[in-house]
């Protein structure tokens, strides 16, 4: 999701209270606050000597140990504000991707994708997953059916594509 449409979901729900599922049926807790929203250039080169760069729109939440068994969400609202004035100090690239950035003692830290988004009565739910590493130079490297072996072979010393 771009972040030009996250931040229209956000203020096209403002009255509702923002979930964030980060697995099937598990919620960052309602104790969650936006700590940093950073703005990312990404440029890389693949395993196959392909150059590419993109910009990330990553908003991180911590769940805050002091208000542990809180049970009203923040609102969509109040997560616009936030958004908004950080995009006053900082403006962002509304065509960058937005991803967001969790863990806690169960779930490794990580940068989410979001997925997909679901209004239930008063929530609006935002669906996160985590997507695999992947070779990006497939093509390049002949591989035409994905492997754990073939993926390996790609970035091998030897395979010519490193």
């Known amino acids: 999701m771009k972040t030009s449409q996250f ?19 598990l919620l960052v807790g309602a104790n969650y606050h936006i700590t940093e929203v950073k703005h990312i250039k990404i440029d890389s080169v693949d395993c196959g000597s392909g150059t590419d760069s993109w910009n990330e729109t990553i908003i991180q939440l911590w769940e805050s140990p002091s208000e542990i ?14 958004l908004k004035k950080v995009g006053q100090m900082k403006p962002y690239d509304l ?29 609006l739910i935002i669906n996160l997953s985590v997507n695999p590493t992947d070779c990006k130079a497939k093509e ?15 970035c091998a010393p030897e395979s010519g594509c490193c």
Do not use: W
């Open 69 to 82: 068994g809180k049970t009203a969400y923040m609102s969509a609202y109040k997560a616009l504000g936030i």
């Open 140 to 154: 390049t490297c002949g591989i035409t059916v994905e492997s754990d072996a073939e993926t390996s072979a790609c």
């Open 7 to 25: 931040l229209d979901l956000l203020k096209n729900h403002q009255g509702k209270s923002l979930l964030f599922q980060y697995a099937p049926g």
């Open 95 to 123: 065509d960058a991707t937005a991803r967001i950035e969790y863990g806690n003692s169960r779930f490794h830290t990580t940068q989410l994708h979001i997925t997909d988004y679901e209004v239930k009565d008063s929530n």
